[in-house]
């Protein structure tokens, strides 16, 4: 056939796909669907002592390699008393205690070796304002007990302020701080969110008494910093009749029809933040994930804003969207978690991306950021299996997808896929009778094209690999080749876990084993840069993507 160009690309180590039909996907450059909004590069972790680490700066600056646009960090514990020096789910600034006479002492020596680490790596603080200080705590003891924690635990940080006044004035000082260190240009793209997760153990008083909370943190951030963006609540992922569900409906009628409890007027909110987890299980000897359980909680609350008739255009921040909710957990007490060193975590990722932003699209609201709940961990076994992007300074099949991801920009364009499901499919049944083979393309400079693939399904066991046929078209006619360039992420590519475990899984790797594993937790191509055939207007590919595996082909040409 005219024009049809057959390379043999992603060849893999788990089967042929031989028997197999192909799965078609089309990318029509012609086809523009608006801009592309990298809704990726937001990231978070509770212990945001760990900023300081040698590993946790290595790491930032990783981050904001990723991507030509902003990327934004967020972390638990920024305001809470402590000597500074992290624990699992635990960190501490001690940025605010009172002398005997109950005068305000602010200290921000810790607080501010964090931000500097953030504003000097050129990532932007979402800067969680939480959680209640020792001194302010209307239930101040037992303040911290280590974790795991037990049911029925609760820790001082987690009350409601004994005076309102005092906690706005907190966070005052705190924001008045920050623009007198950093400078108006610095925070005027700074993110303000009020709290964590207040529908569950996060936060120990009542929705009213949250509202309340929000109304004096705004008023104290807004005093400092007028233009500022300030939102909330960060909910759990909200579910159709859930407690979080009627959290978030209740928190936008405060914001809508009541006055502030701070100042009287109008309650300020710019954007709105809500949870979506996965429910990932342990099935028969392996992990099934739970990508469904995220589309539902992202469609459920989506459809509340988009009821809120005031709100609905606003910004909406996913501040932690994940395959499951405890990121300090280990796989060997929690066998279900186990998916996160290998690259079913980037496939379930991909395929999240592209169906968060198919609901949001559906129910007509701005879906500005998901923000994946994944750092590192100090003083932890190499692959803990602790969700983290990295480990010991090595890095992580995860990391490598937003990598990938960092490689998509300008203008979205549409991409079919046979092997597509679509969201609301997967909301109702997950993915589970057949794999999800789809794509997600842009364009850029008008001579880039970049098409992201995938390979996934919510049992991590292994299966072959899938045959696509890939046609671009709308290439100028004049042009005869483009440059092909192919990454991957699969257990041959960019996976550092993989060699690891070809290595005897050593729990300290010599100095030429830990070069290798730094080399292995790279991005990788497939190969060399290749040219490839143009045919009016038409290049056509056919690949094999291996089970729970990413790939990103990247077209370039010019007008010779």
């Known amino acids: 056939m005219r024009g049809m160009l057959i390379a043999a690309f992603f060849l893999i180590a788990i089967g042929s796909g031989v028997g197999q039909s192909a799965t078609n996907v089309q990318v029509d450059l012609g086809h523009g669907l608006g801009a592309f909004t990298p809704v990726y590069p937001w990231f978070g972790y509770d212990e945001s002592n760990y900023t300081t680490t040698k590993n946790g700066q290595a790491l930032l600056r990783d981050l904001y390699d990723l991507t030509p646009g902003p990327v934004y960090v967020r972390a638990h514990f920024l305001l809470t008393t402590g000597n500074g020096i992290p624990e699992l789910k635990w960190s501490s600034s001690n940025a605010y205690s009172e002398d005997a006479n109950?005068?305000?002492?602010?200290?921000?020596?810790?607080?501010?070796?964090?931000f500097d680490v953030w504003v000097g790596a050129h990532v932007r603080p979402f800067v969680e304002l939480g959680f209640m200080p020792r001194a302010l705590s209307s239930h101040p003891d037992p303040y911290h007990i280590p974790w795991p924690t037990k049911p029925g635990d609760v820790e001082g940080w987690s009350f409601p302020p004994r005076d309102y006044g005092k906690w706005q004035e907190l966070v005052h000082q705190v924001a008045a701080h920050m623009l007198a260190r950093y400078g108006k240009a610095e925070v005027s793209n700074w993110y303000w969110e009020v709290w964590n997760e207040p529908d569950i153990f996060y936060w120990h008083g009542t929705e009213e008494e949250y509202n309340r909370l929000y109304d004096y943190a705004a008023a104290g951030v807004r005093a400092a910093i007028p233009a500022a963006r300030v939102g909330g609540p960060a909910t759990t992922g909200p579910s159709p009749g859930s407690k979080s569900a009627a959290f978030l409906e209740a928190f936008l009628r405060h914001c809508a029809r009541d006055r502030s409890a701070a100042t009287g007027g109008p309650v300020p909110l710019d954007f709105i933040s809500f949870h979506a987890k996965g429910s990932p299980h342990f099935v028969d000897g392996h992990v099934q994930m739970g990508l469904g359980h995220e589309l539902q909680n992202a469609q459920t609350g989506f459809g509340i804003v988009h009821a809120s008739e005031?709100?609905?255009?606003?910004?909406?921040?996913?501040?932690?969207?994940?395959?499951?909710?405890?990121?300090?957990?280990?796989?060997?007490?929690?066998?279900?978690?186990?998916?996160?060193?290998?690259?079913?975590?980037?496939?379930?990722?991909?395929?999240?991306?592209?169906?968060?932003?198919?609901?949001?699209?559906?129910?007509?609201?701005?879906?500005?950021?998901?923000?994946?709940?994944a750092f590192e961990f100090e003083d932890q076994p190499l692959f803990a299996g602790r969700r983290t992007l990295a480990t010991h300074g090595i890095d992580k099949p995860e990391l490598n997808f937003f990598r990938m991801a960092g490689l998509l920009g300008g203008e979205r364009i549409a991409a079919t896929s046979s092997g597509a499901i679509p969201a609301e499919s997967v909301v109702a049944s997950g993915v589970r009778q057949q794999p999800a083979i789809d794509a997600l393309a842009t364009r850029s400079s008008g001579n880039n094209a970049a098409i992201l693939l995938w390979n996934y399904q919510d049992d991590d066991t292994p299966g072959p690999a899938a045959p696509v046929r890939l046609a671009i078209r709308g290439i100028p006619p004049a042009i005869h080749r483009a440059l092909l360039e192919e990454f991957r992420i699969d257990k041959s590519h960019s996976d550092a876990f993989e060699v690891w475990k070809q290595m005897g899984s050593p729990e300290e790797p010599n100095a030429e084993q830990y070069l290798r594993l730094k080399a292995a937790g790279q991005l990788e191509t497939t190969g060399s840069p290749r040219w490839v055939s143009v045919d009016h207007g038409d290049v056509r590919v056919e690949i094999e993507l291996p089970r729970e595996s990413v790939g990103l082909l990247r077209l370039t040409w010019s007008g010779k």
């Open 102 to 114: 109950g005068k305000s002492i602010y200290d921000w020596t810790i607080l501010d070796s964090i």
């Open 310 to 373: 005031k709100f609905r255009g606003l910004p909406i921040i996913l501040s932690e969207a994940d395959p499951e909710g405890c990121g300090a957990c280990s796989p060997e007490q929690h066998p279900e978690d186990a998916y996160r060193n290998g690259t079913v975590y980037p496939a379930y990722t991909a395929a999240s991306m592209k169906g968060l932003l198919e609901l949001a699209e559906r129910e007509h609201v701005n879906l500005a950021g998901f923000l994946t709940w």
